[in-house]
């Protein structure tokens, strides 16, 4: 009962923003659903053990941290937003309101879709809810990064879509299965048809990692990150990628109980080697710091997938990053939104010295860096280690040094682009006219709050994992570990 509570929760939020008549209400409505939203979370998380064929609406191991990771990065931007929206006084945003409720219940119903067809129709959801929030400024370049992400996300739906028809028929075909609930194909996997189901991982793995970002499906990332606001950008890049990844991972399930777990990791090993290897090449000299962190969100999920790939230790480490990067990808985002409010630009060009025009920003922003390129004491650095260790425990040496390699590579390719930002004397530039005008050294306290708590979060994470976390962790990488 309570993941549909979950569920309800915020498109009630929804219902009521967009029924609010008043802009200076609406935004109001965000901190309370959530903060219903991260305590309901936290009640349902502590629930009991998931047994195999409970139900098809439940939270399993994995949906578990997936679900709290989503609830707590929210509650962070749903803070952030009215404080930004009051920046935009003039603009409606009932839209933006709206979506960004209905697009947490989209994202709640991923955690907790155990059956094919439903988790397809909440990921597709996501879509449409995420959509209008990255058209929010309403410029020529955020008309063409939604309609971007509209055609690339459509595509991968369908290809999602595809995949899904190919892993039932490869269940129909081969044991007359006619359930599509993953603990049931988990279990007949054996009886499943080899080749319908090996087409239907790979066309699955393209799909849903379209909306994950792994390269080369990353191509509407830059676009969509760079225009949209600095809190859309910390959902998309924490929230719906981790839920792609929760639907990779339930596939990967279903072709590991079947016998053929080492196709499943060679090509999640392939993709992410591939994507880190796209995001270092793109992240050299950057001068633009939103499409930045678009390529270090494509770095990182090529981290997962190859922790995922590894096994073991790594598929732990792959969990405890999906946390780490989504707190990391928060700070990062909105630390970049205070920071690009202050300058009315995104270029390294024009943005120089923000220690001296907005230090508080700044300061997160270059932690964020930092944390993100995995350096202690931060919790990336924790989950990098866990997933490099499983690496070469289990003889998986080549990858392990390409992704030091590249880790080395990426680190240096941000450095340039952040220590340019930060660093310095401020560029002189004429008054701004658009809606983002240059501001004062002063920053709001609302703006840098919520900024401060996700830092606060990456460090203990690095620190210390609270037991009950840390016992969810061990839970959820057990169950993604089937044994054939």
Same mark, same amino acid.
Not at 163 to 175: E, H, I, K, R
Not at 316 to 333: P, S
């Given at each position: ?38 305590l309901l979370t936290?009640?349902?998380?502590q ?80 879509a ?27 595509i ?34 054996p ?39 600095g ?15 929760l ?14 777990a #080492? @196709?499943? *990791?060679?090509?999640?090993i392939? /993709? ?6 796209? !995001? =270092? +090449?793109?992240?050299? $000299? ?15 999920m ?12 790594g598929?732990?480490g #792959? @969990?405890? *990053?999906l946390?780490?990067?989504? /707190? ?6 909105? !630390? =970049? +939104?205070?920071?690009? $409010? ?14 001296q ?22 919790g ?8 490099l260790?499983? !690496? ?15 880790l080395?590579a ?11 930002v ?6 002189a ?9 240059q ?39 057990a169950?993604?570990?089937v044994?054939?």
């Amino acid at each position: 009962m309570s993941g549909f509570v979950l569920a309800l929760l915020p498109l009630l939020g929804a219902a009521l923003a967009y029924a609010l008549p008043l802009n200076r209400l609406r935004p109001l409505v965000l901190p309370a659903v959530a903060t219903a939203h991260l305590l309901l979370t936290l009640y349902a998380v502590q629930g009991r053990p998931v047994l195999p064929g409970d139900q098809w609406f439940m939270l399993d191991p994995a949906g578990k941290i997936v679900l709290l990771t989503i609830s707590i990065l929210f509650f962070c931007c749903a803070l952030y937003a009215p404080g930004y929206l009051r920046h935009h006084a003039t603009r409606s945003n009932r839209m933006l309101c709206t979506c960004l409720l209905w697009m947490l219940s989209m994202m709640t119903v991923v955690t907790h879709a155990q059956h094919l067809g439903l988790m397809w129709v909440a990921m597709e959801a996501t879509a449409l809810s995420s959509a209008p929030l990255i058209y929010f400024r309403h410029t020529p370049e955020a008309i063409e990064a939604t309609w971007k992400y509209l055609l690339l996300s459509s595509i991968g739906v369908a290809l999602a879509l595809l995949g899904s028809f190919f892993l039932a028929y490869a269940a129909m075909v081969g044991g007359g299965m006619t359930s599509l609930l993953f603990s049931d194909l988990v279990q007949g996997a054996p009886d499943l048809s080899k080749p319908w189901l090996h087409a239907a991982f790979v066309t699955l793995l393209v799909g849903y990692g379209t909306k994950m970002g792994l390269a080369p499906m990353h191509t509407w990332k830059p676009d969509a990150y760079g225009e949209a606001p600095g809190v859309i950008g910390a959902l998309l890049a924490g929230g719906l990628t981790s839920c792609a990844f929760l639907a990779i991972a339930r596939f990967t399930m279903v072709l590991s109980a079947a016998g053929d777990a #080492a @196709l499943a *990791h060679r090509l999640l090993i392939g /993709l992410g080697l591939l994507s880190m290897g796209t !995001a =270092a +090449a793109f992240l050299a $000299r950057q001068r633009d710091f939103k499409r930045m962190l678009a390529y270090s969100s494509v770095e990182h999920m090529g981290i997962l997938a190859i922790g995922m790939g590894i096994g073991g230790l790594g598929v732990f480490g #792959a @969990l405890l *990053h999906l946390i780490n990067n989504a /707190l990391t990808k928060g700070v990062l985002f909105l !630390a =970049a +939104a205070n920071i690009h $409010r202050t300058y009315g630009s995104k270029s390294v060009d024009e943005v120089r010295g923000a220690f001296q025009r907005a230090p508080l920003s700044a300061a997160f922003f270059l932690m964020g860096f930092i944390a993100i390129a995995g350096s202690p004491p931060f919790g990336p650095f924790v989950s990098l280690f866990s997933i490099l260790q499983a !690496a070469f425990e289990r003889h998986y040496f080549l990858t392990g040094a390409a992704l030091l390699i590249m880790l080395w590579a990426i680190f240096i390719g941000m450095g340039w682009t952040v220590l340019r930002v930060v660093q310095g004397a401020p560029v002189a530039r004429p008054p701004q006219t658009g809606d983002l005008p240059q501001s004062s050294t002063r920053e709001r306290k609302s703006l840098v709050v919520p900024v401060a708590v996700l830092a606060c979060l990456v460090l203990l994470m690095g620190i210390w994992i609270p037991a009950p976390l840390g016992n969810l962790l061990r839970e959820a990488a057990a169950y993604l570990e089937v044994q054939p």
